[in-house]
């Protein structure tokens, strides 16, 4: 819960199952339980395709269209206002919620440049959502149904080779809806990351960052949210759960060693870190990596 009484739904990975849902759903009866105004985020990708109806949501608090054909993207942070998506009428979409280790791709790429990431380039700020071709979007909906269909069934054979091929084709066609143009750089974003990524393996604290580059903790978390949708401490902290998963994945190195090389302080916080954000302990996880593509 953010301190303006926003929820933000965290991805819980499922033992043995890459982290990737996908859901085919009447848009209306999906969101007719719902408050007015219900505002929410997301620590996750999600894509949403609309098969048919019409109406809106928003996305930090602007508003965007949804039109039968269209693609939409919803960045990690992003605050999403449903209230008028139980308008569409006739509605039917397709919701897919991925982390980045469901993409053999992302799996080791820091969060920090996720949205210069080409596969990732319909999530950038300055896109955001596409148009597919009538004759392209039969394939859509046979992708994501071909998607359903093998998640609804992960131990079968070639299951997870097939899921990550599949989120992955998908990925490219929503990237190459995206604008040709790539989005300019935020210098005082990339100035953040910069601080973050040279400053994350070592036990470094939000406040020391903020000291390191002349602003008060609150003045810049309150700034690099509104620039990316996630406070400063979220982004630390996804930096170093990212590199913990690529060494667990990677290497055989104890958690002791893996903490002491993420700015953890010892395998016991580890333990606790990794289990409240992920739902499952370091060592259960990285046995699951075993059995992934």
Same mark, same amino acid.
């Given at each position: 819960m953010r301190a303006d009484g926003t929820p933000v739904y965290r991805y819980r990975q499922r033992p043995g199952i890459p982290p990737i849902s996908v859901t085919r759903y009447d848009t209306e009866a999906a969101h007719s339980s719902l408050p007015p105004d219900h505002r929410h985020a997301h620590d996750f990708f999600v894509l949403v395709y609309v098969e048919e109806g019409m109406g809106s949501f928003t996305v930090d608090g602007a508003e965007r269209p949804l039109r039968a054909?269209?693609? $939409?993207?919803?960045?990690?942070?992003?605050?999403?206002?449903?209230?008028?998506?139980?308008?569409? *009428?006739?509605? $039917?979409? @397709?919701?897919?919620?991925?982390?980045?280790?469901?993409?053999p791709a992302l799996r080791s790429v820091s969060p920090l440049v996720w949205m210069h990431h080409p596969l990732l380039a319909l999530f950038s700020s300055s896109a955001g959502h596409g148009r597919i071709a009538e004759p392209d979007q039969p394939n859509w909906s046979a992708w994501l149904a071909d998607l359903a269909a093998e998640l609804a069934d992960p131990g079968r054979l070639g299951a997870p080779e097939a899921v990550a091929a599949l989120l992955t084709r998908l990925l490219v066609a929503a990237a190459r809806l995206a604008a040709s143009a790539p989005a300019t750089p935020d210098p005082?974003?990339? %100035?953040?990351?910069?601080?973050?990524?040279?400053t994350f393996r070592e036990p470094v604290s939000a406040a020391d960052v903020a000291r390191t580059l002349g602003?008060?903790?609150? $003045?810049? *978390? *309150?700034?690099?949210? %509104?620039?990316?949708? %996630?406070?400063?401490?979220? @982004?630390? *902290?996804?930096? %170093?759960m990212t590199e913990v998963r690529r060494m667990l994945r990677e290497t055989d190195l104890p958690l002791d060693a893996v903490a002491a090389q993420t700015g953890l302080r010892d395998a016991t916080y580890l333990v606790r870190r990794f289990r409240d954000r992920y739902g499952i302990t370091p060592q259960r996880w990285r046995r699951t990596q075993r059995a992934w593509p």
């Open positions: 054909g269209e693609v $939409h993207a919803v960045s990690p942070g992003q605050v999403i206002g449903v209230a008028t998506v139980a308008e569409l *009428t006739r509605g $039917h979409a @397709w919701s897919v919620a991925f982390t980045p280790d469901a993409v005082f974003v990339e %100035r953040v990351f910069a601080e973050i990524e040279a602003y008060t903790p609150g $003045h810049l *978390t *309150t700034v690099l949210r %509104r620039r990316t949708g %996630r406070p400063l401490l979220e @982004w630390i *902290t996804e930096r %170093r």
